[in-house]
């Protein structure tokens, strides 16, 4: 082999090392991306005054944009999973207290949020009675600046999911596919498209006199994803 080739290809492997390298340090979380997005088409909130109502101890989606926010209220029901999110997120007001009955009753602590996360866990239903984002969505929306943005979870997949749990769709509560089904108002609420799941809101937010400035949903992972809706107040 020529010395020139040798070179060459050591140049070659060197660049694609370091290429593959950067490309890992640029790799974003979904809500990363949701707000580079954002920030982009000029839709984030210079002033970021946020409410996470659902925020287990801090980790699934509060890291990925607390340090943006002007104002950041947590809300997380059990004692010890708050104490953690106070470590965490040491600049949140982090309030240990049921976010749905909260929300229910006009007990948050503002009505000028305008970043809505609404990460919920559908492992049973929460205190109401209801899964997912079903019970609090609409009752969030008189808590909102003119101008917000609004993050919802939703499940897409549940083949995946319950593949992810080494279960079975069939297996899972029949309590929470009736609660999908009433609420997202499909025939398919196991493996729909991600965008079929946003008509729902959709109408939600028409309803308490929004106007819907976009809509999207990205994938975190197979079974589930964020709905993002720009809303502006009419």
């Avoid at 596919?177 to 729902?200: E, H």
Wanted: proline share 1%; aromatic share 14%.
């Amino acid at each position: 082999m020529s010395l020139k080739k040798y070179l060459y290809t050591k140049r070659q492997l060197f660049s694609r090392f370091f290429a593959l390298k950067l490309s890992r340090e640029r790799a974003f979380t979904a809500l990363q991306l949701i707000i580079k997005t954002l920030q982009s088409n000029k839709y984030l909130p210079e002033k970021i005054i946020a409410l996470e109502v659902f925020g287990f101890i801090g980790t699934s989606t509060s890291l990925d944009y607390a340090e943006l926010t002007d104002y950041l209220e947590l809300w997380e029901i059990d004692p010890y999973y708050a104490k953690q999110a106070q470590k965490i997120n040491p600049n949140a007001k982090v309030i240990c207290g049921d976010s749905v009955e909260a929300i229910a009753n006009g007990k948050l602590l503002r009505d000028d949020y305008n970043f809505l996360v609404i990460d919920s866990n559908i492992s049973s239903a929460l205190n109401d009675g209801s899964y997912e984002s079903f019970g609090v969505f609409e009752n969030s929306l008189k808590y909102l600046a003119k101008k917000s943005v609004v993050i919802v979870t939703i499940y897409n997949n549940l083949e995946a999911f319950a593949k992810l749990y080494n279960t079975s769709v069939n297996q899972l509560d029949a309590n929470w596919i009736t609660a999908r089904k009433t609420f997202y108002g499909l025939d398919n609420v196991i493996n729909a498209r991600g965008t079929d799941y946003l008509i729902s809101f959709e109408k939600i937010i028409a309803k308490n006199n929004f106007q819907l400035i976009q809509s999207q949903f990205i994938s975190r992972n197979n079974c589930v994803g964020f709905g993002v809706f720009v809303l502006d107040k009419k």
